[in-house]
């Protein structure tokens, strides 16, 4: 049975930083594509940071460029989610993801696993 899980969310002030990670169990994600997506209240779940199986390659969102990285560790079957200078507007449940085909779309539809998410909220 697959199974992503993330932690390290929690409720920071403006301009924090949070580090989330996301382990997985039931395979190994060595080989695939892994993402993370947000969903706020009342917005359809977006995309936010997407990585190739050997870490060599990454891709962002516009909104969150150049203040969140993500970062794998194949060794620890791990996905992480480095974020800093965060706004109220990041506020969202983060979810990571994982898609088999190892595409590189950035559409929610495309990823076959999904953890349970974890909160993060940003206070002004």
């Known amino acids: 049975q697959v199974q992503l899980v993330e932690s390290g969310g929690g409720l920071v002030q403006a301009g924090g930083s949070l580090r989330l990670s996301c382990a997985a169990s039931?395979?190994?994600?060595?080989?695939?594509?892994m993402g993370w997506f947000r969903q706020a209240p009342g917005k359809e779940r977006e995309f936010v940071a997407v990585?190739?199986?050997?870490?060599?390659?990454?891709r962002y969102a516009d909104s969150v460029k150049g203040r969140f990285t993500i970062s794998r560790d194949n060794a620890k079957n791990s996905v992480y989610l480095q974020m800093n200078s965060l706004k109220p507007e990041d506020t969202a449940v983060y979810y990571c993801?994982?898609?088999?085909?190892?595409?590189?779309?950035?559409?929610?539809?495309?990823?076959?696993?999904w953890g349970q998410g974890t909160q993060v909220t940003v206070s002004s």
């Open positions: 039931g395979l190994t994600i060595s080989t695939y594509t």
């Open positions: 993801a994982l898609d088999r085909s190892s595409g590189w779309l950035i559409t929610p539809r495309s990823y076959d696993y």
């Open positions: 990585i190739n199986w050997s870490g060599g390659s990454t």
